[in-house]
């Protein structure tokens, strides 16, 4: 008995701790105990000398019902909700068309959706500020045409945030509506018309129905990191379209009060827990998150 | 002929569209390429002075972007390294093993996959702050590992759903111990997932604003630099520098991916 018990801790016990046990920690060290200590530390306040003071308090709760960042929540669910929804109606026909085209450099078509990822984000995000701005491109070639005298102001509004939010996060949409098209089943399709089904017919009840894992996914992955992408409305909104991201990064830097902001991070984690479960409850794939 | 006009218009519509949206991904890509050739010298460097190569020969002058673009690739190596041999094993091991408490390490390896990066990089800032661990090099590697492990895990897991665990019987009745399997016949099985997961780490972590804005103390990395210099305008050795590393960057999965075609091709 003893000897069996001793052959599988050598064979299964031994071995897997040795192979799990470094991610176990480190996943613990850097993901679960900052975690607790962000939401412990919610419930803590500052001194005058912005040191944290470890006392239980809900006030950092309170001061979330504050008006003004009560707006700030409603323009982040309004240009997530935009820019998801933007994501949708412009990746869905796009993947569609490059997952499903006879084009036999198909792949060249998937790569230049990744390609302008490998140009730091940020940068990206000034080359529209270049391009949108009163002095930029757009107005120099507007005002070339004689379409306007005066260079129009394009940013500093919710609608560049969006922008350049929808531009930031498109390609997690059409990657995997990508996956989940070119996964469909050609004789479905055919099956589906042969049955009499019109184009409209068949999308609705064969196409749409089968791929809408790939929906679900993508709005995950655009519409919770879409909430924290402070630099976004930062460049291009101008503190005119802030977001709970900015209201977060400003107590952690200049206003230096941690506490309050890490009462704002636990909202962003409710609203990502409750996306999740949602997603989840839809029969959503975690896997499907993840590539 | 009706029919047929309306599936040309259709196709015609099609291409149309997604040029549009290949416009759309590549403009700003068109505006930091040609704001490289820019010979304005005056802030915000936004309008045109003609064209001029000296960027490029400027750019080495800058000694501090130079140091910021090592940072970023000294960074970027070692987190890939260290979330590359991490996440391999644990992704075996937790595909081989059945052991308590794997639900949990499942559920906490989605958390830095879907929740989003400013919680991430507040949570590890109050951890570094609170036990006294100096932000710099360090503290970003650490950040930088811990959102690419999952994604390195995910693709090595993706390659194992298709894997036979046959072969390593095989091996180990030939008399084969575990490392030599290990070395000899699993891994390299798992290549393609390993160097997918790799690859995706890589470009995580030489991209990283936002966790790296919250630990990296006095350290600027690439990003960080450019965040800097926004207020003031980007100037044309930035985006010289971007240009060049866009460059880079396509020619290295050219290569790799090319390589890794060959491979395949060869093996089938």
Redesign the interface.
Known sequence: MKKLSRHTFRS??L??M???G???L??????????V??FI?SFCSIDESYNIVFKFTASNYERLFNPNYMQIYGTSILVAFLTTILCIL?GY??SF??ARTKWKHKAL?YM??I??????????????R??L?T???LNHLLMTLNLTSEPIEFLFNKGATVLGMV?CL?PFMVLPLYTAIEKLDQNLLEASSDLGAKGHTTFRKVILPLTMSGVFSGS?MVF??C?????VSD?LGGGNSDMI?NL??RQ?QSGNN?PL??AL?II??LI?LLL?KLYQKAGGD??S??? | MNKKAKKVFKKGF?IV??SL??I??????I??VT?SFNATTTKPY??WKGFTLDWYVKLFDNSALLHSFGTTMAIAVITTLLATA??T??A???Y????K?KSV?DG?????????????G??????FS?TNIPRGMLTLI??H??FA???V???V??RLSGYDNSIEEASMDLGAN?ITTLKNITLPVLAPGIAGGAL?AF?LS??D??VS??VNGQIKT??LK??ES?KSG?APD??AL?TL??LG??IL?ILTQSDLLKKIRHKK
């Open positions: 299964n016990t071995p897997s040795a192979m799990v470094p991610v176990t480190w996943l613990a060290f850097f993901v679960a105990i900052p975690l200590y962000v530390m412009i026909p796009f068309m490059i078509l230049m959706v390609i302008p990822f490998w140009t730091n984000s940020l940068i990206r995000i000034y080359g529209w270049t391009f701005g002095g930029g491109w531009y498109f995950i919770i990191p909430l924290g992408y402070f630099f460049i991201g977060i990064e952690f941690w902001g890490a991070s962003l984690i990502t999740v975690m896997d998150l993840g590539v | 099609g569209f997604c949206v290949y759309f991904l590549f403009l700003p890509i505006v930091i704001g936004i309008s991490i996440g094993i644990a075996i091991g937790m081989k093993y059945k052991f408490g390490i906490l390896l989605y958390i830095p996959v879907v929740i989003p990066e400013i919680v991430l507040i949570s590890l800032l109050t951890l609170g650490l950040a590992t811990t492990i999952p994604y895990i995910f693709n897991r993706a575990r995706l470009t030489i991209d604003v936002i804005y919250f690439f990003p450019v965040m926004i980007v930035v985006n971007s590393i866009l960057t396509i999965v």
